[in-house]
C-alpha cells in the first residue's frame, strides 16, 4: 500500500511540473546579460511594424514577450532583445 502511494505522489508531481513547463512560452533568446539589452519599446515598434496591435509586452526568461492582437487573433511575439529578431510566435 504504502509504495502505491508513493507511486501514485511521484506520478502526480511530474504530471505537474511537466504541464507548468508546457504552460510557459519560449524562454531562450539571448546569453546577453541584461545590461546590454535594447529596449523592449524597439521589439513593440516591430510588432507594430508587423500589423500586430500591441496589448502589452514583458520579459520571459531571455526574450520579450510582446503580446499583440491581428485580424481579432492574439498572439504572443518572442524577441531576442540582443538584436530584436523574431524568435518565436504563438496563436492564441
Same mark, same amino acid.
Do not use: N, Q
Given at each position: 500500500?504504502?509504495?502505491?502511494?508513493?507511486?501514485?505522489?511521484?506520478?502526480?508531481?511530474?504530471?505537474?511540473?511537466?504541464?507548468?513547463?508546457?504552460?510557459?512560452?519560449?524562454?531562450?533568446?539571448?546569453?546577453?546579460?541584461?545590461?546590454?539589452?535594447?529596449?523592449?519599446?524597439?521589439? /513593440?515598434?516591430?510588432?507594430?511594424?508587423? &500589423?500586430? /496591435?500591441?496589448?502589452?509586452?514583458?520579459?520571459? &526568461?531571455?526574450?520579450?514577450?510582446?503580446? &499583440?492582437?491581428? /485580424?481579432?487573433?492574439?498572439?504572443?511575439?518572442?524577441?531576442?532583445? /540582443?538584436?530584436?529578431?523574431?524568435?518565436?510566435?504563438?496563436?492564441?
Amino acid at each position: 500500500m504504502k509504495v502505491i502511494r508513493v507511486v501514485a505522489i511521484a506520478l502526480t508531481v511530474g504530471m505537474g511540473m511537466g504541464s507548468a513547463a508546457m504552460a510557459d512560452g519560449f524562454k531562450d533568446c539571448t546569453k546577453l546579460d541584461k545590461a546590454s539589452w535594447k529596449p523592449a519599446s524597439e521589439a /513593440e515598434a516591430k510588432a507594430k511594424a508587423l &500589423g500586430y /496591435e500591441v496589448r502589452r509586452s514583458k520579459i520571459e &526568461g531571455s526574450c520579450y514577450e510582446v503580446y &499583440g492582437v491581428k /485580424e481579432g487573433k492574439l498572439y504572443e511575439l518572442f524577441y531576442s532583445p /540582443e538584436d530584436l529578431s523574431l524568435k518565436h510566435t504563438i496563436a492564441k
